[in-house]
């Protein structure tokens, strides 16, 4: 087990290493700069098809549920089709509309999840088409879709997802930019864009995971608290949804992630003296928005980390500890914002004590409902 581990102390830890290489391998042969195009092979749909395509769902449970938000946020933004994200548990009890003008994407890690593996089925039996994302090669969910995209992340042991999720976004931004070419609603330029920064992303991973020391000590300070709470906007907002989970499944610490436009509508009230709030605010256009937030919470003496992009001076002034994210586009940030979210998580669990890749009552993959 020990040379399983690769040196590492846990499979969590080694996973979280393994994601500048997993990116790569997620990238590779699917990005052509020079053509300007996005070559996935096994996703068939033709143009045709997708002209007709009038609603997108995207289901999933667990991590792949959380990956599915940011999903929504990029393929609108690139497609401009309306995505609909559902848990694959709830989706399949509540009739949804869907019909042969449907997409569905399934998203598993396994490709073995009862209730996701039920959606898309159900999604099959009303005519709509179904493409899967998955991470294990002729799982249930890639034989029974119509077409799939692998996510090539590797084996992954640790039940707390890392590097399937990452993996899945930039899977998803693969489809996004895909599609969005082939409907001719995305410009040269953007495509560009999102393009280049695609392929910088294993490097500025890399570059992250260098600064572990740093997030390995506020996770320690912080490791003996009762609620933690993630505050972000968009992009931020859904990759907050990832973060808290981490830290729930594996260091048992009670973890919140809200939209920080809805804390006046409720949280608010649990914020006092020392509570301890993770702030993203990564994203430049809803920066301003995202610090007003933070002076919220600050006004209450919320102790607050921020998670920015590097060269924002501006947010030091409200924060009591910054953490800096390397440039990107907007749009990928999530894919490098989550690392250091699920370093805290790991050193937080380690701090505590925890069984961190077996955490009690979980599962790697729920084959039953
Ligand atoms: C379990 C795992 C999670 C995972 C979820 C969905 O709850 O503990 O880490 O996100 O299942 O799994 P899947 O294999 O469908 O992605």
């Known amino acids: 087990?020990?040379?399983?581990?690769?040196?590492?102390?846990?499979?969590?830890?080694?996973?979280?290493?393994?994601?500048?290489?997993?990116?790569?391998?997620?990238?590779?042969?699917?990005?052509?700069?020079?053509?300007?195009?996005?070559?996935?092979?096994?996703?068939?749909?033709?143009?045709?098809?997708?002209?007709?395509?009038?609603?997108?769902?995207?289901?999933?449970?667990?991590?792949?549920?959380?990956?599915?938000?940011?999903?929504?946020?990029?393929?609108?933004?690139?497609?401009?089709?309306?995505?609909?994200?559902?848990?694959?548990?709830?989706?399949?009890?509540?009739?949804?509309?869907?019909?042969?003008?449907?997409?569905?994407?399934?998203?598993?890690?396994?490709?073995?999840?009862?209730?996701?593996?039920?959606?898309?089925?159900?999604?099959?039996?009303?005519?709509?088409?179904?493409?899967?994302?998955?991470?294990v090669v002729g799982s249930s969910v890639a034989r029974e879709a119509d077409d799939v995209l692998y996510t090539w992340a590797g084996p992954e042991i640790a039940v707390a997802s890392t590097k399937a999720y990452s993996t899945q976004l930039i899977a998803l931004t693969l489809i996004a930019l895909r599609f969005a070419k082939e409907l001719g609603t995305i410009s040269h330029e953007l495509f560009d864009e999102v393009a280049v920064e695609l392929k910088k992303l294993p490097e500025k991973a890399d570059l992250l995971l260098t600064k572990e020391e740093e997030i390995k000590k506020l996770a320690e300070r912080y490791s003996q608290v009762e609620h933690l709470f993630y505050i972000g906007r968009g992009l931020d907002y859904a990759v907050a949804l990832e973060g808290a989970l981490k830290l729930k499944e594996i260091s048992y610490i009670h973890a919140e992630a809200y939209a920080a436009g809805e804390l006046k509508h409720g949280t608010l009230a649990l914020i006092v003296n020392g509570t301890p709030v993770i702030a993203l605010a990564t994203q430049e256009h809803l920066f301003e928005k995202t610090l007003s937030n933070i002076k919220e919470v600050k006004a209450r003496e919320a102790v607050v980390i921020g998670f920015a992009k590097e060269g924002n001076e501006e947010i030091k002034k409200s924060v009591d500890h910054v953490f800096y994210i390397p440039k990107t586009h907007p749009m990928l940030m999530p894919i490098l914002t989550v690392i250091p979210l699920q370093l805290f998580a790991y050193h937080a669990a380690v701090a505590r004590g925890t069984d961190v890749d077996k955490p009690r009552n979980l599962a790697k993959s729920v084959t039953v409902e």
């Open 1 to 135: 087990i020990a040379a399983e581990k690769g040196g590492y102390a846990h499979f969590m830890l080694k996973e979280i290493h393994e994601q500048p290489r997993a990116f790569k391998d997620t990238l590779t042969g699917r990005l052509n700069l020079e053509k300007h195009e996005v070559k996935l092979d096994d996703i068939k749909i033709t143009r045709n098809e997708l002209e007709k395509i009038e609603k997108i769902f995207i289901v999933a449970c667990g991590t792949a549920y959380h990956a599915g938000v940011v999903g929504k946020y990029i393929i609108e933004k690139l497609c401009k089709i309306p995505v609909e994200v559902d848990i694959a548990s709830e989706f399949r009890y509540r009739e949804p509309m869907m019909d042969e003008n449907t997409l569905v994407i399934i998203i598993s890690q396994s490709g073995e999840t009862a209730d996701t593996l039920a959606a898309l089925r159900e999604a099959k039996n009303k005519g709509s088409r179904v493409i899967a994302i998955t991470n």
